[in-house]
């Protein structure tokens, strides 16, 4: 089974700037791709930037320009630097990886694994 588990959340003020990381664990071959999702209060699940092995990204246009999505193969962890932070950026976020992981009776197969979230919030 693979675990995510995200931390760096926490209470910023407009205009300031959180890093949060995501780290992930099991018995795991490769992970395609990581990234992070958010779900603002009242709102759905929505992207903000994954990352592929090859360091290859994409934004949500919320995101560009202010945020930005880095990994560590090695240690298996994906980063989310945020500057520049607005209210609307208030949200749980998310650590997601499309993962290639053992299969029952042998083999290997691609899954999604999500993280429990992080709260942001964004407040003066």
């Known amino acids: 089974q693979v675990q995510l588990v995200e931390s760096g959340g926490g209470l910023v003020q407009p205009g300031g700037s959180l890093r949060l990381s995501c780290a992930a664990s099991?018995?795991?071959?490769?992970?395609?791709?990581m990234g992070w999702f958010r779900q603002p209060p009242g709102r759905q699940r929505e992207l903000v930037a994954t990352c592929t092995s090859g360091g290859a990204t994409n934004y949500a246009d919320s995101a560009k320009g202010r945020f930005t999505v880095s990994r560590d193969n090695a240690k298996n962890t994906v980063y989310l630097q945020m500057n520049n932070l607005k209210p609307e950026d208030t949200a749980v976020y998310y650590c997601?990886?499309?993962?290639?992981?053992?299969?029952?009776?042998?083999?290997?197969?691609?899954?999604?694994?999500w993280g429990q979230g992080t709260q942001v919030t964004v407040s003066s």
């Open positions: 099991g018995t795991i071959f490769s992970i395609d791709v």
């Open positions: 997601n990886a499309y993962a290639l992981v053992p299969s029952t009776g042998g083999g290997a197969r691609r899954s999604v694994y």
